[in-house]
């Protein structure tokens, strides 16, 4: 019963990232969640190229958003599935992974070697339950699932949560090759020198509403003030 997000506006272009900074709880979290489709909303709209588009997780995939979720555990991957079945979630109604009224096994778990190469998932098996991954590439099978669908939109949160100093760097140059391929990426983290490292505009966000737009060259302390509730002309 309590709004977490509360008139926000703002555009996401085409070739850039825009940061999301905030103490975790002003809500970052439920804005991603809700643009995603994920969290119900009481109002408001989402337009991608200039047209507006249902709250649906399905209707958006179609459109070209694509979401890694901040929980890969509860919302991105089942980990007692098989890393060919994570790698296909959300898109295995698609005609190339369907026989019939079965799914087609072979072409899953090709389709799953392909990015097991590409995105350095190990070990490189794709009959592997996801629970016996590392946290690192686990996430990696999410990224590899919302990427290699070429979307228009990226929604990424907390994409280096939990991953080991290897896997950040591979993750973090996977963004920013999406941005250098002209996709609109929004950015949600808690690590502010990720965000600053990432992000061609930042924006803050402070009990629910954004309280402004920095530069990612803005020292910390000033976007620190802003993350505390300090008014923007005083953290200026």
């Known amino acids: 019963g309590v709004d977490m997000v ?4 703002f555009q996401v272009r085409a070739g850039e990232i825009v940061g999301i900074a905030g103490v975790a709880g002003n809500g970052q979290s439920e804005l991603l969640q809700a643009i995603a489709g994920m969290r119900g909303v009481n109002g408001g709209a989402i337009t991608l190229d200039g047209q507006a588009i249902d709250f649906d997780p399905a209707i958006m995939r179609q459109r070209g958003l694509a979401h890694v979720p901040e929980d890969r555990h ?11 079945e994570n790698a296909i979630l959300g898109y295995h109604r698609e005609p190339q992974f369907v026989s019939g009224p079965f799914l087609n096994i072979d072409a899953m778990r090709a389709d799953a070697a392909e990015k097991i190469e590409k995105y350095d ?3 490189p098996n794709p009959r592997l339950k996801t629970a016996n991954f590392s946290g690192g590439n686990q996430q990696k099978i999410v990224l590899s699932r919302e990427m290699e669908r070429d979307p228009v939109v990226l929604l ?3 994409p280096t949560r939990g991953v080991d100093v290897g896997a950040i ?4 140059k996977r963004i ?18 990720e965000i600053r490292s990432l992000s061609d505009r930042i924006l ?6 954004i309280v402004g737009e920095r530069s990612p060259d803005t020292s910390e302390n000033e976007l620190g003030l802003l993350m505390a509730g300090v008014s923007e002309e005083a953290a200026a």
């Open 6 to 9: 509360k008139d926000i506006s």
């Open 74 to 84: 509860h919302e991105g991957l089942v980990l007692p599935f098989e890393e060919s």
């Open 121 to 123: 998932i190990r070990p």
């Open 156 to 158: 990424v949160g907390q």
């Open 169 to 172: 760097e591979f993750i973090h």
């Open 176 to 193: 920013i090759e999406m941005r250098d391929a002209g996709k609109a990426v929004l950015l949600v983290s808690v690590e502010l020198d």
């Open 204 to 209: 803050v966000m402070f009990d629910g509403h």
